[in-house]
């Protein structure tokens, strides 16, 4: 028998119900939960903190676990292509899979506004690629317009098969803690994420799994925080490309999951995201997008309010890996120091 990992459906089998002959994998899931060391020392956090590293998915995202599902189903289901709105990491997902495969991806995103990785995975898995002359939320507008089309299945995380494929990694977050944590801190854009957390915590909660659920604690980027603010936001702005969104999917859904864990959806600004996201690279040797820091930025902004308790368990979801979008990190960063090709110029430059 092999040992080989065999990616979420068949591992959960159970959850996620599809004809062997459709499924579609690419060994998603499985991520390491890591412990943070240096940034929680710097930052003299009283917790113990866990990052969920999602961007170690096959395409660099989370999205992996929903889309190998959506498009098992969408096969099953004899669709001939598939089709999302992105802010980017959805529509690489979505590239991959379908081509693995063998289907068609369409997909639509907002003209300039992608992170230059994910643009260049979509095209090389051989996507139809459209930009729109509009932001994220008019191109999820424009594809909900086709989905009504048999032939074509729209996998944005209102496809309920997204979130059902999602709630994996809280089942794996329970499995390496071996119950859940006090806390879960997760980005939030469209909210699908932190919907099948929450599900996939009850799940097993229900089963007997684990004895506790997390009090769920979403972040939003300030410059696109409808939630929080209570009302769409017409032109969303921020740095988190991933999470510039101005009128989520899942919106009533995110309220709910914190109201029933007792959590909250905050924000936090751009410059406290990319101090973030400076920090875990610099402090804990790992890359994840900017997107991805709005979660450590809003455990560092709680920590500095007092908010947690000595040894209280945290994890934080980092949902994309940082060399998606290579510009920001050079943005981040001291320009390289160009020399002559002798050591007495690289000696000259060091403080050895
Ligand atoms: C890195 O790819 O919406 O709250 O179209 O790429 O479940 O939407 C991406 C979202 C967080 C927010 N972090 O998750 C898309 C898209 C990263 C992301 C989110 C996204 P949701």
Not at 9 to 21: F, S, T
Not at 123 to 144: S, Y
Not at 172 to 201: M, Q
Request: aromatic letters at 8%.
């Amino acid at each position: 028998m092999s040992n080989l990992y065999p990616g979420i459906i068949r591992k959960y089998r159970q959850y996620l119900p599809v004809a062997e002959a459709s499924i579609v994998t690419l060994h998603e899931g499985n991520t390491p939960l890591f412990e943070s060391v240096r940034l929680a020392k710097h930052y003299k956090l009283p917790i113990k903190l866990y990052f969920k590293l999602e961007g170690l998915n096959p395409t660099g995202s989370f999205k992996d676990r929903g889309m190998t599902y959506a498009v098992s189903k969408a096969h099953e289901a004899r669709s001939q292509a598939v089709i999302c709105a992105s802010t980017g990491n959805t529509s690489a997902a979505a590239a991959a899979y379908a081509a693995r495969m063998g289907m068609k991806a369409i997909v639509v995103v907002p003209q300039g506004k992608i992170a230059l990785g994910k643009l260049s995975q979509a095209q090389i898995h051989g996507a139809q690629v459209f930009q729109v002359k509009g932001n994220f939320d008019q191109a999820l507008e424009v594809v909900k317009e086709l989905a009504e089309n048999p032939k074509v299945t729209l996998v944005n995380s209102i496809n309920p098969h997204r979130l059902m494929g999602q709630e994996s990694a809280a089942f794996e977050i329970v499995e390496s803690l071996g119950d859940a944590p006090d806390f879960h801190f997760i980005p939030v854009g469209n909210a699908g994420n932190i919907t099948a957390y929450w599900r996939g915590f009850n799940r097993l909660h229900q089963e007997g799994k684990c004895k506790s659920l997390p009090k769920m604690c979403g972040f939003q980027a300030a410059g696109a925080a409808p939630i929080v603010l209570g009302h769409p936001v017409k032109n969303p702005d921020t740095v988190a490309s991933a999470i510039r969104i101005g009128n989520p999917a899942n919106w009533q859904s995110a309220l709910d999951v914190a109201r029933d864990s007792d959590g909250f959806i905050a924000a936090v600004d751009d410059e406290e995201i990319l101090s973030a996201y400076r920090a875990v690279a610099q402090l804990d040797g790992y890359f994840c997008e900017p997107a991805s820091a709005a979660s450590i930025a809003g455990v560092l902004k709680m920590a500095k309010q007092g908010f947690f308790q000595k040894g209280q368990i945290v994890t934080c979801t980092l949902t994309g890996h940082g060399l998606k979008d290579p510009d920001i990190a050079i943005q981040q960063s001291p320009p390289p120091v160009v020399i002559e090709p002798k050591g007495a110029a690289l000696l000259e430059h060091l403080k050895l």
